[in-house]
């Protein structure tokens, strides 16, 4: 500030009017912004004052810049002066940018130029200054001041190579609002096009790096937009935080023309937009799609869908329609002429529509616009022969897709007129029967014959004799003719060869006697003999007979419309159309040789035994023997059917218990409490080891899908109560943390939905995982080094467990977290030193005790008193000094102590709680000697079979490490 103090000196007398009126004007700007017009006609007067010298109106005005320089909370007054001091200098350069150019405009210009500039170069010199108030209003004044300049407005080159390296410190700078006002000051001086941008290359590095959502989103806002930057907005349709996404959405509709971005890209980002979870997010994209897509396309939806991939993203297309068609302001007409001629973009645009005024019930629009059932089934039948007929791939998959979308369409037609009712029965029996229909086209088929026949006896019926005609199809097949039939033919045929001499003989004698009339007669005897013997020359012709067909797609065609029948009918199975297409097709399928083939079969027969208890009772057997035996895809249908059959029945339906012996579990709850079943092993022998055991074993699959099937299984079945035993409980969250699992997206996505929706439904799913608690974190405790379990953080599990079983969620219940805190203490109390011992000192104090009777806390207390004898870490010891003083604040009457009774109950349970810990450890050392016989095999995460080795899975010190590391991220 040198200048301002030899410029102060130079008239001191002068200084203090201009700086008092200027003090007044500015003090006036932050009560309104209605005034700033005014302050600004003053602060002009002021500056064009004869008196008033231009280095010292630049000191006044830098003064009282300088005083908003302090306040770093945006209050509404500090932020009314800013702008009035911003729109006061850039108003006036850009004013003199468009004025005349005469002498004393030249030197208002230069004065003005000048001002600007001298404001400018200080606060670029301050911009580095230790308090982060100056820092940021340094940038924000330097970035309103850029981004307020005309378009014509000249800075002199010094001061923006000034202005850009200050600016590009700053982008690095501690405080996320002094980046974001960086960021934005940068704005003016970046160049999209050059690969060689500083700015450019600053703006990438913090839109994909920057750990501030604020600064991503100002990066957003201000970077310019060429091939090299385009990616990096799409690539924050992605971010994590919901305001970047949806910042980026805005941008990409506002700025971004749709056809800059490949069509893989515009894909990617409208299937992940209209798919976010966020509402805000949708919402964005939606604007992006309506106003910026759609307007780009001249509002008509289906030159849109010919940017769009619609036949490979058509699940994406429909939903963007839908939008349109939701949030559009547009009136939409419909007319006949739209719909011809039919292409992929026009076939998709009338599914959607019919589907959508179905829903809206407005059918009377699509009665209009669309042709008669009779000429729609013509239609439909044409594109599915020409699908089976044309040559061209480009042309079959086209043919294919408009198929597909007039089958759905067909689903919304109304079909009182019988006439068309039965055109389109005819046309679609027709297509099932083709030997060259697509197995893709069978479900749209049957969904379409469930409307033509509201009658499901009917629609069985027909069905029935649909499959029986696919199965024994019309063949050409030649007689077989025996020695003695040819014989007698060539002797008719020598025969009518002579009958014929003889006519023509005789037509030419009468020719000739001019007898015309017999001649006729002769002539019309020739031409039946000449017939007779064209017959018998001819081989024998080719009958067309019915035989059943033994090829594998055949019976694949006739399965998969069984299962089509299955899964949308609840006719009894005893219905004799159901009957015979189990009978004939079903179980023999079950038995075919072709992978294919016999997966359809087990899946129809899956759906059979979920129609009839009796028809599951007769082939669980089968599911179990296909679920241990038979290739991966028909092991994941398997054990499909029995979730779903467990799900639907119950375990007591099949007389198992929830006992599993030979399957290395210790499940021993019977969940249906069928105590007769334990009575009756004769009964369960057959199925009471079985369904639990094969469930419980994919759990430990090598395979990545099986394991998804059991866990989502276990999933069901624990939130429909149909099981509730805790080892199960304990081998899912084994599952979720296990790192052999870590790829496993749908695995992980689906235990990560399961276990807080589980445990916060009812109090008594958090008891069973208040009993699952210790069992996982032993197991991890003790897991070998060869085991993927050992780098499990005992941190993280006991955490995550702390969290399921606390009370956040819990609208009307307290937690169990008053129970679970004996059980950490006393397993604290059995091996103070392990390392599982020192991580749950950490997980005390993060117990939500307050609830505790005072009974409890004084016994708390008791066991508290002994985990400070027994813990020798000083990391544990800290904690459980902290858990001591949270539990002197929760004891109401600390005179008072425990009375001998509750306090020999207190002893009794934690001699308990160690015999059980002993009694399972030595369990464990025994079950890894009978394992150390047995050839080794991998496993995902079971809590069995594990060996105990000397030392602890994760030492004291890296539990120590983790504990201090998170202590000081709390602090």
């Not at 006949?336 to 599914?351: G, H, Q, S, V, Y």
């Not at 081989?539 to 059943?548: D, G, K, N, S």
């Amino acid at each position: 500030m040198a200048r301002k103090k030899s410029s102060r000196g130079g008239e001191a007398s002068a200084a203090p009017t201009v700086l008092a009126q200027m003090q007044a004007i500015f003090a006036s700007s932050q009560k309104s912004h209605a005034n700033h017009d005014k302050n600004m006609r003053l602060l002009r007067d002021l500056q064009l004052q004869p008196t008033t010298q231009p280095a010292e109106f630049q000191d006044a005005f830098l003064a009282n810049t300088c005083h908003l320089l302090l306040r770093f909370k945006r209050e509404p007054a500090v932020e009314r002066c800013v702008d009035f001091a911003v729109q006061y200098m850039t108003a006036a350069e850009n004013e003199d940018g468009e004025g005349d150019a005469d002498a004393e405009g030249e030197g208002e210009a230069a004065t003005d130029t000048q001002l600007l500039e001298h404001v400018v170069r200080e606060l670029v010199s301050i911009s580095g200054a230790k308090d982060k108030a100056v820092r940021f209003r340094a940038c924000q004044l330097i970035s309103k001041i850029l981004n307020n300049l005309s378009e014509s407005a000249e800075v002199d080159e010094d001061l923006c190579s000034a202005i850009l390296d200050a600016m590009l410190v700053r982008t690095k700078d501690k405080i996320p609002a002094v980046r974001v006002q960086a960021v934005n000051a940068l704005q003016r001086l970046q160049n999209p096009m050059d690969p060689e941008c500083p700015v450019i290359a600053e703006y990438r590095q913090r839109v994909t790096t920057d750990s501030s959502p604020d600064v991503r989103r100002a990066v957003l806002r201000q970077i310019g937009l060429s091939n090299l930057t385009l990616p990096l907005i799409i690539e924050r349709t992605r971010d994590i935080k919901e305001l970047v996404r949806q910042q980026a959405f805005e941008v990409l509709g506002r700025k971004v023309d749709m056809k800059a971005m490949t069509i893989s890209a515009r894909m990617q980002t409208l299937r992940e937009g209209l798919d976010d979870r966020s509402p805000a997010v949708r919402q964005g994209c939606t604007a992006m799609l309506v106003d910026g897509w759609l307007a780009a396309a001249d509002h008509d939806p289906k030159a849109l869908l010919r940017c769009l991939d619609v036949e490979t993203e058509t699940d994406t297309c429909q939903k963007a329609l839908e939008v349109l068609l939701q949030s559009s302001s547009k009136t939409w007409t419909f007319t006949k002429a739209d719909f011809e001629p039919i292409d992929c973009e026009t076939a998709l645009w009338w599914r959607v529509v019919a589907q959508h005024f179905t829903a809206t019930n407005q059918d009377d629009v699509i009665e209009k616009c669309l042709p008669v059932v009779k000429q729609f089934s013509q239609i439909i039948a044409q594109f599915l022969e020409l699908e089976a007929t044309v040559e061209d791939l480009d042309e079959k998959m086209q043919a294919q897709f408009i198929s597909m979308q007039l089958l759905k369409l067909a689903l919304t037609l109304d079909y009182t007129d019988e006439v068309g009712r039965r055109a389109m029965a005819k046309v679609l029996r027709e297509a099932l029967v083709s030997p060259s229909l697509l197995l893709e086209f069978v479900e749209p088929i049957i969904n379409v014959f469930k409307v033509l026949y509201a009658d499901e006896s009917e629609r069985a019926r027909t069905i029935a004799e649909i499959v029986s005609d696919i199965h024994e199809p019309i063949q050409a097949k030649e007689e077989v003719e025996s020695k003695a039939e040819r014989r007698q033919r060539e002797l008719k045929l020598a025969s009518i060869k002579i009958e014929l001499l003889e006519l023509r003989d005789k037509k030419e004698a009468l020719v000739q006697g001019e007898q015309y009339a017999e001649a006729e007669e002769v002539k019309q005897q020739i031409e039946e003999k000449q017939k007779q013997k064209t017959e018998l020359s001819q081989e024998r012709q080719a009958v067309q007979v019915r035989e059943p067909s033994d090829d594998p797609a055949v019976w694949a065609m006739c399965l998969n419309v069984i299962k089509c029948l299955l899964s949308t009918t609840k006719l009894r199975l005893n219905h004799p159309a159901l009957a015979g297409l189990i009978g004939r097709f079903v179980i023999p399928g079950v038995q075919r040789a072709d992978p294919v083939v016999r997966d359809t079969a087990i899946q129809c027969l899956g759906l059979a035994a979920l129609l009839e208890k009796q028809i599951a009772q007769t082939h669980v057997l089968l599911f179990l023997q296909v679920a241990q035996v038979d290739q991966e895809a028909l092991q994941m249908s398997a054990l499909k059917i029995l979730f779903d059959l467990v799900v639907v029945y119950g375990l007591g339906a099949f007389h198992v218990s929830e006992t599993t012996p030979g399957a290395g579990e210790d499940v021993d709850e019977d969940v249906d409490g069928n105590e007769d079943d334990q009575q009756q092993p004769e009964k369960s022998a057959a199925s009471g080891h079985s369904i639990l055991t094969v469930m419980l074993r994919y759990l430990d699959s090598e395979s990545a899908d099986l394991r998804t099937v059991a866990a989502e299984g276990f999933a069901r079945l624990l939130t429909l109560h149909h099981v509730t035993n805790p080892q199960i409980v304990a081998r899912l969250v084994l599952l979720f943390f296990n790192p052999a699992t870590e790829e496993d997206t749908r695995l992980r996505q689906c235990l990560s939905v399961f276990f807080p929706a589980y445990a916060f439904a009812s109090r008594a799913h958090q008891e069973i995982i208040e009993q699952a608690v210790l069992p996982v974190l032993r197991t991890i405790q003790h897991a070998p080094k060869s085991s993927p379990l050992h780098s499990i953080k005992l941190s993280e599990v006991s955490d995550f467990l702390l969290f399921v079983t606390g009370r956040e969620s819990m609208e009307r219940d307290t937690g169990i977290h008053s129970s679970l805190v004996f059980r950490l203490a006393n397993e604290i109390l059995s091996s103070p030193s392990s390392a599982l011992g020192v991580c749950l000192c950490k997980a005390l104090t993060s117990l939500q005790v307050e609830t505790c009777s005072s009974v409890d806390v004084k016994s708390l207390l008791v066991l508290a008193t002994q985990l400070e004898e027994a813990v020798e870490n000083k990391t544990a010891a800290k904690h459980i000094a902290k858990f001591v003083a949270k539990l002197h604040e929760l004891d109401e009457d600390p005179e008072q102590e425990l009375d001998a009774d509750a306090l020999g109950k207190l002893h009794a349970a934690t001699q308990q709680h160690r015999d059980e810990h002993e009694a399972e450890v030595n369990a464990l050392r025994q079950d890894t000697e009978a394992e150390a016989e047995r050839p080794k095999r991998k496993t995902a995460g079971r809590r069995k079979k594990k060996s105990v080795p000397d030392t602890d899975s994760e030492s004291e010190e890296d539990i120590d490490e983790d504990i201090e590391d998170e202590d000081e991220d709390e602090d």
